[in-house]
């Protein structure tokens, strides 16, 4: 996973971070986990992606699931939430897709998130 920020749109300040995460699904009747990434920079922007992945027992295929925030204020614990995204991609099987999508400041505006995810459906070795 990469999100990519501006923080400071009048100083052209970026910031790039990447995390790895991984669910095990279907083990111990385990059909779905969550995972919180939270990214924070520039003292005022903070990123909150809550991911989370489904197991279809059916057919071995996985439902996932975004809901991104992206908060902008005097420090990077605001409340302030000037931009929201969502979405969902299934992943078959033995299969790989990506998931990007871009999370505007829709209150303010200038400051914005570009998440970009790479999603593999398959056995862990």
Not at 8 to 30: H, Q
Not at 79 to 94: E, F, M
């Amino acid at each position: 996973m990469v999100l990519t920020a501006q923080d400071e749109p009048f100083s052209d300040d970026y910031f790039t971070r990447t995390e790895d995460a991984e669910f095990i699904l279907g083990v111990s009747n385990v059909q779905s986990r969550t995972y919180n990434w939270i990214e924070r920079a520039g003292g005022e922007i903070r990123v909150e992606v809550l991911l989370t992945a489904t197991l279809n027992p059916n057919n071995g295929d996985i439902t996932l699931r975004h809901d991104t925030k992206l908060f902008e204020g005097t420090s990077t614990s605001t409340g302030d939430l000037d931009g929201r995204a969502s979405g969902s991609i299934v992943v078959p099987k033995n299969g790989q897709k990506p998931l990007g999508f871009t999370v505007n400041n829709t209150d303010e505006g200038g400051d914005w998130a570009k998440v970009t995810l790479t999603c593999t459906n398959g056995k862990v070795r």
